[in-house]
Nanobody, 125 residues
């Protein structure tokens, strides 16, 4: 089992920044691909970013490229999502996820094994 706890959500105005963090405990953190997903009311959960076990390879959805950056610290067992130039359409609940037998290139949330409880991000115009 892997336990994931997100933090760092909140309310900001458009153009602002937030940094989400996810602390993992349980099994060996570096064995897992880590991802961030988000879900807005009435919408499907969608892929935001993912990072491989080493931290050397990442993937971001097109709409956040250049604004969001995923990173991880295998010593501290944390994964972060730095979000800059936030837009109202980024408003959603953001979830951290861990996947064991998955590629960091996958955008399919079904492939992830463990999920955090989510943290709300609200961007006002």
């Amino acid at each position: 089992q892997v336990q994931l706890v997100e933090s760092g959500g909140g309310s900001v105005q458009a153009g602002g920044s937030l940094r989400l963090s996810c602390a993992a405990s349980g099994r060996t953190f570096s064995n897992y691909v880590m991802g961030w997903f988000r879900q807005a009311p009435g919408s499907e959960r969608e892929f935001v970013a993912a990072i491989d076990w080493s931290g050397d390879n990442t993937r971001h959805r097109d709409s956040v490229k250049g604004r969001f950056t995923i990173s991880r610290d295998n010593v501290k067992a944390t994964v972060s999502l730095q979000m800059n130039s936030l837009k109202p359409e980024d408003t959603a609940v953001y979830y951290c996820a861990a996947g064991y037998r998955i590629s960091f290139l996958s955008t399919n949330y079904n492939g992830y094994d463990y999920w955090g409880q989510g943290t709300q991000v609200t961007v006002s115009s």
